[in-house]
Every structure is written in structure tokens, then in C-alpha cells.
């Protein structure tokens, strides 16, 4: 498997776990929005973070603020979650996702 | 707990790249460790020349052979020394032997961590002994290439040009969802004036 289609699988299956994770915490009324904001905002992050990687700490750091701190804010605002529950879902959906991610290095 | 992480993290990962050796077990969830692997190019350096290698076959000292794959270690730097000839070279040589000899500390540190999504698996150094500086090996040192799981370069321009391609998506729909957000909040203001 070719490197850029390693990678694009691998945000793949976070971005799949993390919506996942969105559908079952956001709540019935606001379910619809929460889970479109969790897919556009995880391929942000998500492929950021691998694009961030190679350009050294600064790099890693912008990755990091855009996944803890944007990811939550990107809940709140643009999903319509309160922010704590925003929170406990950025929680889970990312170790969900990492966990999906970790499990399926295998598989690529 | 976010908030804390966006503190914490971004410090734990600048530490990842100071000169000085980061800690083994510093790999903050979603990354994981690369190995880090160093060719010794050429053994010839200087004219009839002997070279030591540490760490060289796990973490033992050894004569250099031209080709050889030296492994990475986070608690001290790849040391070369020039013996001389007949001399032999001991495997676990304490610091006073080093003291005794002329020797070089290579620059290169074990790469800390990758995200789980990168495919690079493995970073390669290529190091050259060109002769010998004041009796200590001179060098030149070719690298890092990044490797996939199978041993081959990773194009990271390739992934680049896919991930942005992703964060692109992402963007648009997150600008999508905004606009469409802004419009029905200003539609609700429009019906509550007219109400």
C-alpha cells in the first residue's frame, strides 16, 4: 500500500470511530449537526496533525492546539453541544478513535 | 482536561526536540515511536585506520564494518573512536577507555514519536567516515529518509498533498456549516422582527 493511501485510511478510521462516538453522545436534537461537525473537523485536524508532524515542534504544537482545543470549541459552537458535554465528547470520540487507530495499524 | 492537554502536550513535544535525549516513555497517546536505525557508510575513513562503534549490536562496542546497521539508544549519543591497530576493543567500554581514545559523539538522537496516522515507520541516517580531525573521525552525515513499514522512502510530498486534500474537505464543510448557521440565525431574527 502506497504511502499517501496508508495515511488517508488511517485518518479514515478515526475520523469513522470519532463520528461514531459523536452519534452515540450528542444528544437526539442535535445529533444531525454534532455528527457533520465531527466528520469535517476530524479530517481537519486529523490530516493537519500528520502535515504538522513533519515540520518539526512548531508543527506538532499547532497540531496539538487545533485537536484539544478546536476540536471542543468546533463541538460547541458549531455543533450546538454545551460545552462541557462538547468536551466529554471530544474526550471520548478521540480516544475511541485512537484506540480504532492503534488496533488497525495491523491491518495497514 | 482539553485545556490542560493543550498546555501540557505541546511542552512534552517541543522537549521532543531539543538536542538533549528525550525520556523513552514520552509518547503522548496517538503517537508512537519510530526506530531509528544508522548506516555506517564506508569503514575507510583515513588511511589503515580503525574505527570502535558504540552502540553496535545491541549495546556493545565493535570494530566497524563498512554497511553496518548501528541501532539507537535514548541514554547517550552513537560514539566512533579511532583505536589503533592490533588494539582490541571491549565490549562494554567504561568511560575512562572512551577518555583514552579520540573520539566523536554523532548528532543524531533517536526520533521521538509519529502521529499513529503517518506512515513513516522508521527513519535511516546515513553516516560516512571521511578521515580523522586532530585523531578524531570526521564525518558527513546523510539523512533522515523516512520509511514505510516495508523498509521503502515514504514520499511525504505525496502525503502531504492527500492530507491537505482531506483538511481542505474538512474546511469547506466546516465554513458550510457556519454559513448555514449564520443564515437560519438571521432568518430567525428576520421572523421575530416581523412578529
Same mark, same amino acid.
Given at each position: ?108 | ?56 549490536? !545491541?549495546?556493545?562496542?565493535? =570494530? ?6 548501528? %541501532?539507537?539508544?535514548?541514554?547517550? &549519543? *552513537? @560514539?566512533? $573512536? ?17 577518555? !583514552?581514545?579520540?573520539?566523536? =559523539? ?6 521521538? %514519536?509519529?502521529?499513529?496516522?503517518? &506512515? *513513516? @515507520?522508521? $527513519?535511516?541516517y546515513t ?15 546523510d539523512g533522515p529518509v ?50
Open positions: 500500500m502506497s504511502a499517501p493511501v496508508h495515511a488517508a485510511l488511517a485518518v479514515l478510521v478515526i475520523v469513522v470511530a470519532e463520528c461514531l462516538v459523536v452519534a452515540l453522545l450528542a444528544g437526539s436534537g442535535r445529533r444531525r449537526r454534532a455528527l457533520g461537525v465531527a466528520l469535517f473537523v476530524n479530517l481537519l485536524v486529523e490530516s493537519l496533525i500528520v502535515v504538522g508532524d513533519d515540520f518539526g515542534a512548531s508543527g506538532r504544537i499547532a497540531g496539538f492546539w487545533l485537536w484539544c482545543v478546536g476540536e471542543m470549541v468546533a463541538y460547541a459552537w458549531l455543533g450546538g453541544l454545551p460545552l462541557l458535554r462538547a468536551l466529554f465528547v471530544s474526550l471520548l470520540a478521540n480516544l475511541v478513535g485512537w484506540l480504532a487507530m492503534t488496533f488497525s495499524v495491523g491491518v495497514f | 482536561m482539553n485545556a490542560l492537554l493543550a498546555i501540557l502536550l505541546p511542552i512534552v513535544l517541543w522537549g521532543a526536540d531539543l538536542s538533549a535525549p528525550p525520556a523513552p516513555d514520552l509518547v503522548p497517546l496517538g503517537y508512537r515511536k519510530i526506530h531509528t536505525e544508522v548506516v555506517l557508510e564506508s569503514a575507510g575513513g583515513a588511511p589503515g585506520a580503525r574505527y570502535a562503534v558504540e552502540p553496535a549490536d !545491541g549495546a556493545n562496542c565493535a =570494530e566497524i564494518r563498512s554497511g553496518m546497521v548501528v %541501532a539507537m539508544r535514548y541514554s547517550r &549519543p *552513537i @560514539r566512533i $573512536a579511532v583505536v589503533t591497530a592490533g588494539e582490541e576493543i571491549p565490549e562494554q567500554p567504561d568511560e575512562a577507555w572512551w577518555l !583514552g581514545h579520540a573520539f566523536v =559523539e554523532l548528532p543524531i538522537w533517536q526520533e521521538h %514519536a509519529r502521529p499513529e496516522t503517518s &506512515p *513513516i @515507520r522508521r $527513519a535511516r553516516v560516512r567516515l571521511v578521515g580523522a580531525d586532530g585523531g578524531a573521525p570526521r564525518y558527513e552525515i523516512w520509511l514505510d513499514a516495508n523498509g521503502e522512502p515514504v514520499d511525504t510530498g505525496a502525503v502531504h498533498g492527500v492530507m491537505l486534500g482531506l483538511a481542505g474537505v474538512g474546511l469547506v464543510g466546516l465554513l458550510a456549516i457556519a454559513l448555514r448557521r449564520r443564515a437560519a440565525a438571521r432568518a430567525a431574527r428576520r421572523q421575530e422582527g416581523v412578529a
